[in-house]
């Protein structure tokens, strides 16, 4: 004899608004990275440029990302490494996060609480005020490329 499974309704529409959810971020990401792959923040008006370098002519740590991503979808990963380093970092803890994010599993939760512990968080706030400082006092492109 075989056993009839029973959906719980509010169960079906947590799992359908999540993978719309899903979804919604994966069309938002894809049409992101067209505009990106078309258009050199460089060169066009559409992309917001960096306060903090406008204000004091110092880069943020977070300064050359958009012109990274352009080389990146390139192929170019010599210049995107040139624009931003810690655009290497940066783009994979947030993606894990994202992810994470929107899963429900145990294991996904054990892995964003992981990301999300004081440890980890002290630890990137650390690279990315060090890259801030160092990309500022130094010459770090022509040491390191």
Do not use: E
Request: hydrophobic residues 50%.
């Amino acid at each position: 004899m075989t056993k009839v499974k029973v959906v719980n309704k509010k169960d079906m529409r947590c799992k359908l608004s999540q993978w719309l959810i899903v979804f919604i971020l994966m069309a938002i990401t894809i049409i992101v990275l067209v505009i990106y792959y078309h258009y050199d923040p460089r060169q066009n008006v559409l992309f917001p440029q960096c306060i903090f370098h406008n204000l004091t002519g110092l880069q943020c740590p977070s300064c050359g990302n958009q012109r990274a991503l352009y080389a990146l979808l390139h192929g170019d990963f010599l210049t995107a490494a040139r624009y931003n380093l810690l655009f290497f970092v940066t783009v994979p803890y947030g993606m894990a996060l994202l992810t994470t994010s929107l899963f429900r599993s145990q294991r996904a939760q054990r892995i964003r609480n992981r990301l999300l512990s004081w440890r980890m968080v002290k630890a990137y706030m650390t690279i990315y005020l060090i890259w801030g400082l160092v990309r500022n006092l130094t010459d770090i492109n022509d040491i390191l490329f």
